[in-house]
């Protein structure tokens, strides 16, 4: 840590720490495969199910999964798709869940 002066006080600012390595927790996976056995009703990119999740968590878990590199997310003005990345395809193939990567659901705005 270093002290800063600043208007007229010192201030301790805080070094970021790198990232911890980011993992797969069970929740996560059960956010993932719960949109991907939805995905043949939506042509392969489902919205973010607000519904049956509370949205704060889905947030969290949403974003994860994109920085895992499962997923893309692309945000309209009504709804967020989750698109499968050949990672999270494999993944949920692993589980029982067929999808295809990369398939891009043309939003209407």
């Not at 270093?2 to 980011?22: C, I, W, Y």
């Not at 392969?44 to 889905?58: F, H, K």
């Not at 967020?80 to 705005?109: I, N, S």
Request: glycine share 6%; proline share 7%.
């Amino acid at each position: 840590m270093e002290a800063v002066a600043h208007a007229g006080a010192d201030v301790v600012r805080r070094k970021r720490q790198p990232p911890t390595e980011l993992k797969l927790s069970p929740a996560d996976l059960d956010v993932l495969l719960h949109h991907a056995k939805q995905a043949d009703s939506w042509m392969g990119s489902p919205p973010a199910d607000v519904e049956s999740y509370n949205l704060l968590r889905l947030h969290r878990h949403l974003v994860r999964l994109e920085r895992l590199g499962l997923i893309s997310l692309k945000e309209t003005s009504r709804y967020v798709w989750v698109h499968f990345t050949p990672a999270g395809a494999d993944l949920c193939a692993q589980h029982g869940v067929k999808v295809e990567p990369g398939v891009q659901l043309k939003p209407r705005e």
